[in-house]
């Protein structure tokens, strides 16, 4: 079996962090926030790192290519919908997955046009209608008006998805990186507060919600290329582990930050301002466990003994 | 904190290779065709239950199976890390029909062939091949739990060996074993974990004791054994005597990886998926959400398992995403136990006797209750992963 992180994708999250930290990092986010035109030069910084030219439905490695970009940039809120962006073929319009109940798209107001999956399991284009007044939690969740359109390729919707939630693994890590630093040279009583039990143990328990998260979402990727008839079922699995670990992350970041981890100068603020729209829009936990469910019942779920027959489980005539 | 890309996870669907996936369904087979329905494991009070897996190991090693992980050399097959991973699912999914002969196995055995001479390789190696014989850990003390270095259990030099008085405690399976792997304290130092070492003691000895604690957990997984002045013999310690905390170091590494609980997880997880017409609708209302979380955990313990089994094959050690993977899936062991009890809204320890899957049920919710504290305390894995992330402060 082989093991490992394609190198090549590896390489391209690490040019691409290195040039969201050179165009500010968080900051961009900040500005964003504070009404900055700042997302158009973002478009330019992505479309000079390739992100056109990858084609996640036609190879593993630019799959994993994708991911890694959308993780750095989830790790600097970056105001931008790269996930959509990464997972459309190139030169097409952007992915999303929308409500048609209510349609919200994050960021959609800076594209003229998208190709969306409707949760009704429809597709549709998708326009947006007009920017939102000042949210703080979903500052750049943009209304949109939906019109039919052509099938999107039954993996497309579900690696959308799943991109976007790796822009949720790269906030997690943010926010874990962040604490981290904080508990390892803020002092109180006489010693930093990761010299203390409670503290050492929550920042134990956040890093392995943050490495089971990972690997999950490496495992999709994999999923999604390898067997695109499961995708579907397999995106909302990592939503849903993406959902409950982002909440738990980013609420113990915060406990253990301090007040200091509210304050928009902090990037903790931002990155848990920025990142809610990813969690909860169009699918929030409950909703993603509605549609898990209906998917569990059509068409199982993968595991080692997935359809196994149990004779020795089953009662006796029965 | 390095953020490097967290190598060891298939860029296929987890596709081991059709030989492991062979491997996977011969052991199915066997499992389904030595055992009776309604069978949880040896340690019960009916003695046919140990006999059952006793003549299953005999069956695995004459097919060839029983030391498959071991080297070549010493009667296994080299099997590959991801045989070795399908063996420890199946296994643990069926309630160890191995039985207590799993520990010599999984990690006494290597001990032996890292730590052995000629002598104990052949006297010790070949039986636990061979399917014949039972070892048990002597290693917890009333005082001596996660703290094993306090262990007080003393052997006093004499003309032709030692003589060894203390008492264990939680030894499991103690009455069942034919040999003990026994932590002693050989001479006193400041640093505690010197003056220890490894002994290898016949159960049959004069002077050793076991008594059997009851406990909720169930027969034979609890017991007291009580050393009175044994005899014991240089020929008898494994590696250098003091050398023991170093020989404990690297025989608990062989176990580092840990038993595959979210294999047994998965396989009552998809029992009670199938026995509620293979949707989560059938279950109760508010337990849906729950369920499902626990597929979705025990697919992130399994992954997290199979990380560290990569990293080391591939000679990596990576103390923190071990010890991760550990609370990962003693976690998750406790909670789909607690999902799997109350899908049976009760039934589980009312009705058990007569329907196998509720009896398979309670016995995990019980078992599982240990999860957390055996082999390792959670409290000891956060240790480990907080001082990998934030060093000592």
Redesign the interface.
């Known amino acids: 079996?082989?093991?490992?992180?394609?190198d090549v994708a590896?390489e391209y999250?690490r040019n691409a962090r290195a040039a969201f930290v050179d165009a500010g990092g968080v900051e961009l986010a900040r500005k964003a926030l504070n009404g900055t035109g700042v997302r158009e030069e973002v478009a330019t910084l992505l479309e000079d790192l390739g992100i056109d030219s990858l084609d996640v439905g036609a190879s593993?490695e630019h799959a994993f290519a994708a991911a890694?970009i959308c993780r750095v940039a989830g790790s600097v809120a970056l105001p931008y919908p790269v996930a959509g962006r990464a997972a459309a073929e190139p030169g097409t319009a952007p992915i999303a997955i929308v409500d048609p109940d209510h349609p919200y798209i994050n960021h959609g107001d800076l594209l003229s046009r998208w190709r969306v999956m409707g949760l009704d399991g429809e597709s549709y284009f998708a326009t947006p209608v007009h920017s939102r007044e000042q949210s703080v939690l979903g500052p750049f969740l943009t209304p949109v008006e939906l019109d039919q359109a052509p099938r999107l390729e039954a993996a497309t919707g579900p690696m959308a998805m799943a991109l976007g939630d790796w822009g949720i693994l790269g906030a997690v890590?943010a926010a874990?990186?962040l604490t981290?630093k904080h508990?390892?040279t803020r002092e109180q009583f006489g010693?930093?507060l990761?010299?203390f039990q409670a503290v050492?143990?929550a920042?134990?328990?956040m890093?392995?919600d943050v490495?089971?998260?990972?690997?999950?979402a490496?495992?999709t990727i994999?999923?999604i290329h390898?067997?695109p008839d499961d995708a579907w079922t397999e995106a909302l699995?990592l939503h849903?582990?993406s959902a409950?670990i982002a909440d738990s992350i980013l609420r113990m970041a915060h406990q253990l930050t301090g007040a200091i981890g509210f304050c928009d100068e902090h990037d903790l603020s931002i990155l848990t301002r920025c990142t809610q729209a990813a969690i909860r829009v169009p699918l929030d936990?409950?909703a993603t466990?509605d549609l898990?469910?209906d998917q569990?019942?059509a068409c199982?779920?993968?595991?080692?003994?997935?359809g196994?027959e149990?004779?020795?489980?089953?009662?006796?005539g029965g | 904190?390095p953020?490097a890309?967290?190598?060891?996870?298939?860029?296929?669907?987890?596709?081991?290779?059709s030989e492991a996936q062979r491997l996977r369904e011969r052991l199915?087979r066997l499992i389904?065709d030595h055992?009776?329905?309604?069978?949880l494991g040896a340690f019960s009070d009916d003695p046919a239950d140990l006999q059952l897996t006793q003549s299953f190991c005999e069956r695995l090693a004459n097919e060839g199976l029983l030391a498959l992980a071991w080297p070549d050399e010493y009667g296994g097959a080299d099997a590959s890390v991801?045989e070795q991973t399908v063996v420890r699912?199946e296994m643990w999914?069926h309630h160890e029909p191995r039985g207590a002969q799993y520990m010599g196995l999984n990690w006494v055995g290597p001990a032996v062939m890292r730590f052995g001479t000629d002598d104990q390789k052949e006297k010790h190696l070949p039986p636990i091949t061979a399917g014949e014989v039972i070892w048990c850990q002597g290693f917890s003390e009333p005082e001596a739990g996660s703290d094993l270095a306090a262990l007080q259990t003393r052997a006093r030099s004499t003309d032709t060996g030692w003589r060894v008085t203390g008492q264990k405690i939680w030894t499991s399976y103690a009455a069942m074993a034919d040999w003990c792997f026994l932590a002693v304290r050989t001479s006193e130092h400041e640093d505690r974990h010197q003056g220890i070492s490894i002994f290898l003691v016949p159960m049959d000895r004069e002077g050793i004791e076991v008594r059997p604690i009851d406990s909720m957990l169930g027969p034979h997984h609890l017991n007291e054994v009580f050393y009175d002045d044994v005899l014991t013999y240089p020929s008898e310690v494994l590696g250098e005597v003091g050398q023991g905390w170093e020989v404990i170091r690297e025989s608990l590494a062989f176990e580092r990886v840990g038993i595959a609980r979210y294999?047994r997880a998965?396989?009552l997880?998809?029992?009670m998926?199938?026995r509620s017409g293979?949707?989560?609708?059938g279950l109760p209302s508010g337990l849906?959400?729950r369920f499902?979380?626990s597929?979705?955990?025990?697919?992130?313990?399994?992954?997290?398992a199979?990380?560290v089994v990569?990293a080391q094959d591939g000679g990596e050690v990576d103390d923190?995403?071990a010890a991760?993977a550990r609370?990962?899936s003693t976690v998750n062991d406790q909670d789909t136990a607690d999902v799997l009890a109350e899908a049976t809204r009760g039934r589980f320890m009312s009705e058990e006797l007569?329907?196998?899957?509720l009896a398979?049920i309670e016995d995990y919710w019980r078992y599982s209750r240990a999860a957390t504290v055996a082999a390792g305390t959670i409290?000891i894995?956060?240790?480990l992963?907080?001082r990998s992330?934030?060093?000592k402060?």
């Open positions: 079996m082989d093991l490992g992180h394609p590896v999250g593993a890694e890590e874990l990186d981290v508990v390892k010693q930093p990761g010299a050492r143990f920042v134990a328990d890093f392995v490495r089971g998260l990972r690997v999950l490496d495992y994999s999923r390898s067997a699995a849903l582990a409950e936990l409950e466990n898990l469910a569990i019942e199982g779920f993968a595991s080692l003994y997935d196994v149990m004779p020795h489980l089953d009662v006796e | 904190m953020w890309p967290i190598r060891g996870l298939p860029m296929t669907d987890l596709d081991m290779g199915r389904q055992f009776p329905p309604g069978f991801w699912e999914a294999a998965d396989r997880l998809n029992a998926l199938r293979g949707s989560v609708v849906r959400s499902m979380r597929l979705v955990r025990t697919r992130i313990a399994r992954l997290m199979y990380e990569a923190a995403a991760a609370i990962a007569s329907d196998p899957l398979a409290e894995q956060r240790i992963v907080a992330v934030l060093g402060l």
